[in-house]
Nanobody, 115 residues
Framework: QLQLVESGGGLVQPGGSLKLVCAAS????????RGWYRQAPGKPRELVAELNPRGFPSYADSVKGRFAISGDNEKTVVYLQMNSVNSEDTGVYFC?????????WGQGTQVTVSS
């Protein structure tokens, strides 16, 4: 079992920055993937960024060059640094871990980009 808790969401102006944090607890021995998804109103949940088992990142095309994902070697935390945000980045951001073939999700944190 894993528990994931996100923080760091909020209101940010276009062009601004925000850093999301996901704290993980529980059995972390078999964590394979970890990353962030987001869901905008009326749209399906989409992958934003992910760390592979070796810790190498991958990104959705829409955020490449603007967002950066990182995490610790112990897999207790994963971050999402969001820069140069725009209105299309608005949505609920969910942290996820994949461990033992099971996907675990946080409760989500709202990010709103607006002036």
């Amino acid at each position: 079992q894993l528990q994931l808790v996100e923080s760091g969401g909020g209101l940010v102006q276009p062009g601004g920055s925000l850093k999301l944090v996901c704290a993980a607890s529980g059995n972390l021995l078999n964590v394979w993937l970890r990353g962030w998804y987001r869901q905008a109103p009326g749209k399906p949940r989409e992958l934003v960024a992910e760390l592979n088992p070796r810790g190498f990142p991958s990104y959705a095309d829409s955020v490449k060059g603007r967002f950066a994902i990182s995490g610790d070697n112990e897999k207790t935390v994963v971050y999402l640094q969001m820069n140069s945000v725009n209105s299309e980045d608005t949505g609920v951001y969910f942290c996820y871990y994949q461990s033992g073939g099971i996907d675990y999700w946080g409760q989500g944190t709202q990010v709103t980009v607006s002036s």
